[in-house]
Structure formats: structure tokens, C-alpha cells
Nanobody, 116 residues
Framework: QVQLVESGGGLVQPGGSLRLSCAFS????????MSWYRRAPGKERELVAA????????KYADSVKGRFTINRDNLRDTVYLQMNSLKPEDTAVYYC?????????WGQGTQVTVSS
């Protein structure tokens, strides 16, 4: 059974930075594609960034390109989301997601609030 635990959220001023972490427990972390999603108040959940299991290719939502970076550490079974130049519209609960074939797992989420 896979468990995902996010951390690193909090309150930050516009223009600031945060790094989210997602600790994976279970087997074969390196075989899982990993992603970060977010859900803002009153909005649907959206994909923020994703990284493959194979070659580490990444993709990003247009709204975060150039500001956010996803990376994974297969030795520490952890995926990160570095968020720079944060904007108030980045305020949301951020969720970690792991996928292996037909199996999908979610973390409990971590709140990110961007406000002055």
C-alpha cells in the first residue's frame, strides 16, 4: 500500500517562494509517475506539474511555467515542487499524486496561501 505525505505549505507573501515535499512510502517509488495537483477555493482540481517514472520528463500547467519546478529523488522516495514568484492566485490546497499502471494514490494535501 502506498502512502503519500505532503509538507512545506504555509503562508507566503506575493513574490515569495516555497518548496513542497511529498514523501512516498511503499514499494517501487521509481516506477511511479508523480504529479502535483491543486484545488483553489471554488475551483476544480487542476494539474500543476508532473514528472515521469522513466526518464524524468516534466510537464507544467501554463499558469506556472517558468515559476515552478518539479523534481524527484529516487533515493529518498520523495518528490518536490519548488514554487517561486508566487502569486495570490496560487493559493490552494496542493496534493501529491502517484500513478502506477491502473493504481492512483493521493496525499492529504497541504495548504499554500499567498497573501500580503
Amino acid at each position: 500500500q502506498v502512502q503519500l505525505v505532503e509538507s512545506g505549505g504555509g503562508l507566503v507573501q506575493p513574490g515569495g517562494s516555497l518548496r513542497l515535499s511529498c514523501a512516498f512510502s511503499g514499494i517501487a517509488f521509481s516506477d511511479h509517475a508523480m504529479s502535483w495537483y491543486r484545488r483553489a477555493p471554488g475551483k476544480e482540481r487542476e494539474l500543476v506539474a508532473a514528472i515521469t517514472d522513466a526518464d524524468g520528463s516534466t510537464k507544467y500547467a501554463d499558469s506556472v511555467k517558468g515559476r515552478f519546478t518539479i523534481n524527484r529523488d529516487n533515493l529518498r522516495d520523495t518528490v518536490y515542487l519548488q514554487m517561486n514568484s508566487l502569486k495570490p492566485e496560487d493559493t490552494a490546497v496542493y496534493y501529491c499524486n502517484a500513478v502506477l499502471r491502473w493504481q492512483t494514490y493521493w496525499g492529504q494535501g497541504t495548504q499554500v496561501t499567498v497573501s500580503s
